[in-house]
C-alpha cells in the first residue's frame, strides 16, 4: 500500500506499461507460507501447501513457493506445463506430491499428461475414473502407475447449507475406491474436499467438522486396502480486505437481500447501479487472519486424530497465500453524468480485469491525484465532494467495472489514477478477457 503515497511512481508505471497495470510483489507470500506452516508446527500436525494456479498465473509465484518448498495445485493442461517447466529448472523441490490436478473437467489429454509426470490427479467423478482407464489401456503395459485421490462431497444432511457440483458422497466415492482394488495400474493416495463458504462458514469450527467427517472416509478407504497417505482440505481460508468491522457491518445488513425489495435495495438506499442485488459476495471482513483462524480450525482433539491416523494435512489457500501481494492501477480518462445526474468515471481498463465469478469486490478503491504526480507546480485544487459509478471499456451498457456507487470527498477528474488494493488473489487473472482486442494488464513485480 506505499504505492499509493507515491504518486510519481505511479504516473511512471502506467506511461511506461499502460492502463491497466497490475502491480504485485512476492514477499508477502512468504510470510503468508510461514504463518500457516508455524501453526501446523505447534500443533504437531505435518502440512504440505499447495499453491493453486487459478489464483494469480504469475510464474513468479510458482518460484517463489518452489523456494518456500510448497507444493502447487493446476487445474489445465497449460498450468501443468508451465509449472513443471518451473519445477524442473529449480534447484529445490517440495518433498512429496509436489503437483495436484484438482481441474473441474479433465479432459485425456490433461489425464495423460498428469500420468506421464506422477502428477496426482484428484477424481472427481465415476467418468474421470474411466477416462483415466482408458488413458492406462492405451498407454500400454509399460504406463508408469497412476496416482490418485477422490474429491468427497460432504454430506447434505450433516452440512445442509453446503450445495456443491463438485465431488462424490462418501458412499459413492468408497463405491469407486473398491472397484479398483484389485488395479495395480492405480494408487489411491489421497481424500480431497474443498467447499464454497458463505460468511457464516468460515467459523472454525464449521471446517473442523467438515475434516471430521473427511477423516472417516479415509478410514472407510483405508479399509479398502488402499494406502490413503493424506487428507487434502483445499482452500476457504479467510482474508481480511477491510479494517473496520462497523463499516463491514453495515454494509452487509444493507445489502442483504429480502423478499419485501424481491432481492434488490431498498428504494432509498441506491447502493449499486440499478439497484443491482449483491447476492453473491466473499466476506471482505473476518475476525480472524487466516493463521489465526487454522489455528482454531486445529484443536488438540482434531491434530489428535489426524496424527493418529499418520496423515499429512494438505491445503491450498492460493487467496491466503497472495494476501497483500499486489494492486491494480488504472488511469481516469473521462468524468461526465448520467441521466440520473450520477458522475460516471470512466476508467482505462476493463470489467474483466479485476473480477471474479462474484458480483462485486467490495475493497474500495484509493484515488491519486495527478496533479500530485505532476513536475511542475499546478495551480489545480481538489474538487468538491462528489459521488459516481466506475466504467470501463467494453461497449455495453452494463460495463460498470465495480456495481457499487463511491463518494470521492476530494473529488476525481480525468489524469488521475485508481489503485484497487489486494487484487493478486484471484481478481487480476481469474476472469480477464481480450474482448475488443484489448491488450491484457502487465505484470510489475516491484
Known amino acids: 500500500m506505499q504505492l499509493a503515497a507515491e504518486a510519481d511512481q505511479v504516473k511512471q508505471l502506467i506511461e511506461f506499461h499502460g492502463s491497466p497495470v497490475n502491480v504485485l510483489s512476492a514477499d508477502p507470500m512468504r510470510s503468508n507460507i510461514a504463518d500457516l506452516q508455524k501453526v501446523a508446527e505447534r500443533a504437531n500436525v505435518l502440512l504440505h501447501i499447495h499453491f493453486a494456479r487459478k489464483a494469480n498465473k504469475c510464474a513468479e509465484f510458482v518460484r517463489t513457493g518452489l523456494l518456500e518448498s510448497i507444493g502447487f495445485d493446476v487445474a489445465s493442461d497449460s498450468e501443468l506445463e508451465e509449472t513443471l517447466d518451473e519445477l524442473h529448472g529449480s534447484p529445490q523441490h517440495p518433498s512429496k506430491d509436489p503437483i495436484l490436478c484438482t481441474a473441474a473437467v479433465k479432459p485425456a489429454s490433461l489425464i495423460r499428461s498428469c500420468v506421464l509426470n506422477d502428477v496426482v490427479l484428484v477424481i472427481d467423478n465415476e467418468d ?35 450445495p456443491s457440483r463438485f465431488g462424490m458422497p462418501a458412499d459413492e466415492l468408497t463405491l469407486l475406491a473398491k472397484s479398483i482394488g484389485g488395479d495395480a495400474r492405480i494408487q489411491v493416495v489421497g481424500i480431497h474436499f ?22 472417516h472416509v479415509v478410514d472407510r478407504v483405508r479399509g479398502l486396502g488402499h494406502t490413503v497417505a493424506w487428507l487434502d482440505i ?73 496424527n493418529r491416523r499418520e496423515l499429512i494435512l494438505k491445503c491450498e489457500p492460493g487467496r491466503a497465500l497472495l494476501d497483500g501481494c499486489g494492486v491494480t492501477v488504472a488511469e481516469v480518462l473521462f468524468v461526465k453524468r448520467d441521466r440520473n445526474q450520477d458522475h460516471l468515471i470512466g476508467l482505462m481498463m476493463n470489467s474483466s480485469q479485476c473480477r471474479t465469478t462474484r458480483d462485486d ?10 496533479s500530485k504526480a505532476s513536475a511542475e507546480q499546478t495551480k489545480k485544487t481538489d ?19 465495480m456495481q457499487r456507487k463511491f463518494r470521492f470527498p476530494n473529488g476525481i477528474s480525468r489524469g488521475d489514477f485508481v489503485l484497487i488494493p489486494n487484487t493478486a488473489a484471484y481478481q487480476m487473472h481469474f476472469a480477464e478477457s481480450r474482448a475488443h482486442q484489448m491488450p491484457l494488464a502487465e505484470n510489475v513485480f516491484i
Open 234 to 306: 483445499g482452500g476457504g481460508f479467510p482474508v481480511n480486505y477491510l479494517r473496520d468491522q462497523m463499516q463491514w457491518k453495515r454494509f452487509f445488513t444493507k445489502a442483504l437481500a429480502s423478499v419485501e425489495t424481491n432481492g434488490r435495495f431498498a428504494s432509498d438506499r441506491k447502493l449499486t447501479w440499478n439497484q443491482r442485488p449483491l447476492a453473491d459476495i466473499d466476506p471482505a471482513w473476518q475476525p480472524l487472519s487466516a493463521a489465526n483462524w487454522f489455528r482454531a480450525v486445529l484443536t488438540p482433539s482434531l491434530s489428535y486424530e489426524i
Open 194 to 215: 474443498h467447499v464454497h463458504r458463505s460468511h457464516e462458514q468460515f467459523a472454525p469450527s464449521f471446517t473442523t467438522s467438515l475434516i471430521e467427517e473427511a477423516l
Open 128 to 162: 474421470e475414473l474411466a477416462t483415466l482407464r482408458e488413458t492406462l489401456a492405451d498407454l500400454g503395459p509399460t504406463a508408469p502407475k497412476a496416482r490418485i485421490a477422490f474429491r468427497l462431497q460432504h454430506c447434505p444432511n450433516k452440512f445442509p447449507g453446503l
Open 361 to 370: 469486490f467490495l475493497v474500495d478503491p484509493i484515488v491519486i491525484s495527478a
Open 383 to 401: 474538487h468538491a465532494e462528489m459521488e459516481g459509478y466506475f466504467v470501463g471499456g467494453y461497449c455495453t451498457e452494463s460495463e460498470y467495472l
